[in-house]
C-alpha cells in the first residue's frame, strides 16, 4: 500500500516562499506522474502541479511562475517550490499520483496559512 507523507507548510506573509517536500513509500513513484493537490476551506481538492517520470511539468494557471514541481526518483520524494504566495494559497497540500493511487492513499496533507 503506498504511503504519503506531506511536510514543509507553515504561515507565511503573503509574497514570502515556502518549500514542501512528500515522501513516497513502495515502488510506484519512479514510474507514476505526480502532482501536487490542495484542497481551500469550503472547496474541492484540485492539483495544482504535475510532474511526469521523465521530468515534464505542467501547473494550474493561477501558479504558473510562481511554483515549481520537482521530484527525486532514488529518494521518492516530491517538492512544491512556492514563491510569491498570495491568500487566496492558503490550503491544505496534498501530494498523490496523477491519477491518485486511490481513495486510501490520501496523506494527512500540509497546511499552507498566508496572511495579507
Known amino acids: 500500500q503506498v504511503q504519503l507523507v506531506e511536510s514543509g507548510g507553515g504561515l507565511v506573509q503573503a509574497g514570502g516562499s515556502l518549500r514542501l517536500s512528500c515522501t513516497v513509500s513502495g515502488r510506484v513513484f519512479s514510474i507514476n506522474t505526480m502532482a501536487w493537490y490542495r484542497q481551500g476551506p469550503g472547496e474541492q481538492r484540485e492539483w495544482v502541479a504535475r510532474i511526469t517520470r521523465g521530468g515534464n511539468k505542467d501547473y494550474k494557471d493561477s501558479v504558473k511562475g510562481r511554483f515549481t514541481i520537482s521530484r527525486d526518483n532514488a529518494k521518492n520524494t516530491l517538492y512544491l517550490q512556492m514563491t510569491n504566495l498570495k491568500p487566496e494559497d492558503m490550503a491544505v497540500y496534498y501530494c498523490?499520483?496523477?491519477?491518485?493511487?486511490?481513495?486510501?492513499?490520501w496523506g494527512q496533507g500540509t497546511q499552507v496559512t498566508v496572511s495579507s
Open positions: 498523490n499520483g496523477l491519477p491518485s493511487f486511490g481513495v486510501r492513499s
